[in-house]
């Protein structure tokens, strides 16, 4: 046996209960992981308090670890393998694999779904890359089609193609909530597609406290406005002028941050920006608004498989997103996706602590619910800022 987080859907929690270790059938196309570490994300906290999973179903997306067992007919990787990636957990109401336990098996397609960890990064930093960075290369590559500096079935590399625009020569990439997660990652693959040419112009919007961390590399901002401040739609439309933003990734994606974006946006071809909570959840304003700019995007398209949320809302699994995973994830493993991981903060405790400490800091969803954990006092639940929660299985 072994242990999982294992979500009871009545009671709106999940806890850590004892389940069978799977077991490999070397007639199928199948891969058992040991995993080491794994990595939160605010959807994991969200579909366990509001779940759409049935009881039983193991919680949880990002992980990494080690092969420990694979079927004969998978050449491309080995036992001993460190590799990470990310599956659906219990993100949705059909029957998906989660992450967090301590064996996960892969079948079918998903094999080929996990990258190979570089050995200058450890696994728990790796823990945190899979489903950020992916989220983060759909909304700049595939959705609104900055140049990608990978190549993927059917598309072909198009960095050195990668034009300038405008009058002054530069493009402009805006980033709203640049310290999030996806925010750190979505700058460092849109300074990788410019190929590090210069002429890109990327506007950061976060915290003054982090405006020095972004100005470095990898992330490497041109410019930085405070979100708080008010008119900071307004600063971004003087500094753009005319030209206007030409691309824009909302990491936020709630209240008025689609309409303030849009507000900023330049004219066509490019003037798109990528969203990453669906109108549907209402997580932001679209009254009054033309939200044919705004295209939104889940990770989970990426898997190969329809997902169905059962609120009438499923996503149809497509053949060219599942490529653009696999030609991002074997980027990530050539060692030519030089891809920082992001700050993480280890978390004490191991799968135990998950729900009473990880979720308490994630909360519901939405980023101005995050506020139940005033009481808490130790230094681990601090609120999270430009960081990626980590646990260790073996804690
Ligand atoms: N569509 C998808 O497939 C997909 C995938 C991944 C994530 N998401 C969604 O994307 C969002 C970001 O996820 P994440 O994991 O990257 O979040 P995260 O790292 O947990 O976000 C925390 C950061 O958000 C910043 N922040 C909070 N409120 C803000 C605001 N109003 N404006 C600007 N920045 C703000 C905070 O900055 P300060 O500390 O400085 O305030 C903090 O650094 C979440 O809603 C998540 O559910 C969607």
């Known amino acids: 046996m072994m242990k999982g987080l294992i979500l009871n859907a009545e ?7 004892a389940i069978p270790i799977p077991k490999l059938d070397n007639g199928k196309r199948q891969l058992l992981i040991r995993i080491e570490a794994i990595a ?26 080690v092969v420990v067992a694979i079927s004969p007919s998978q050449k491309h990787l080995q036992i001993g ?11 949705s109401a059909n029957s998906r694999p989660g992450a967090f336990a301590e ?12 990258w190979k960890v570089p050995s200058w990064m450890t696994l728990e930093d790796a823990a945190g890359v899979s489903l950020c960075g992916l989220t ?20 072909s590399s198009s960095v050195a193609t990668a034009s300038a625009k405008g009058e002054d020569g530069t493009t402009t990439v805006l980033i709203y909530g640049a ?24 506007i950061g919007l976060a915290s003054k406290s982090k405006f020095e961390m972004l100005k470095k590399e990898p992330y490497h901002y041109t410019h930085l406005l405070d979100y708080h401040s008010p008119d900071w739609p307004s600063q971004v439309r003087e500094m753009v002028g005319e030209q206007g933003v030409d691309y824009a990734l909302d990491c936020i994606s709630e209240g008025d941050t689609v ?49 169905v949320y059962g609120n009438g809302m499923n996503i149809r699994a497509t053949e060219e997103s ?37 979720f308490a800091l994630l909360g519901g969803g939405r980023m101005e619910d995050r506020d139940g954990v005033r009481e808490r006092t130790e230094e681990w639940m601090r609120p999270v800022s430009a960081e990626k929660l980590v646990y260790k299985i073996s804690d």
Request: glycine share 12%; proline share 5%; net charge positive.
């Open 322 to 358: 599942r490529n653009f995973t696999v030609g991002f994830y074997n980027w990530l493993s050539s060692g030519r996706g030089k891809l920082e991981p992001n700050p993480i903060r280890l978390m004490p405790g191991g799968l135990e602590r998950i729900v009473p400490d990880g």
């Open 179 to 202: 310290s999030t997660s996806l925010g750190l990652y979505a700058a460092q693959l849109v300074n990788l597609g410019f190929g590090g040419k210069r002429n890109l112009r990327l």
């Open 136 to 155: 983060a290369a759909q909304g700049a590559f595939y959705r609104l089609g900055i140049p990608a500096p990978f190549s993927w079935a059917g598309k």
């Open 40 to 65: 939160l994300n605010p959807v994991d906290s969200l579909y366990v308090r509001n779940p759409i999973g049935e009881t039983g179903r193991t919680v949880g997306s990002d992980f990494a670890g």
């Open 259 to 307: 309409r303030n974006i849009l507000s900023t946006l330049g004219k066509e071809p490019h003037n798109k920006v990528a969203i990453f909570r669906s109108k549907q959840s209402r997580a932001w304003d679209s009254d009054g608004i033309d939200t044919s700019k705004a295209i939104y995007g889940a990770v989970w398209e990426g898997l190969g498989h329809d997902i």
């Open 103 to 114: 064996y996960l098996l892969l079948q079918d397609d998903d094999v080929d779904l996990v």
């Open 81 to 91: 393998d460190r590799i990470a990636g990310l599956v659906q957990g219990s993100n």
């Open 11 to 17: 009671a709106k929690t999940a806890s850590v209960q």
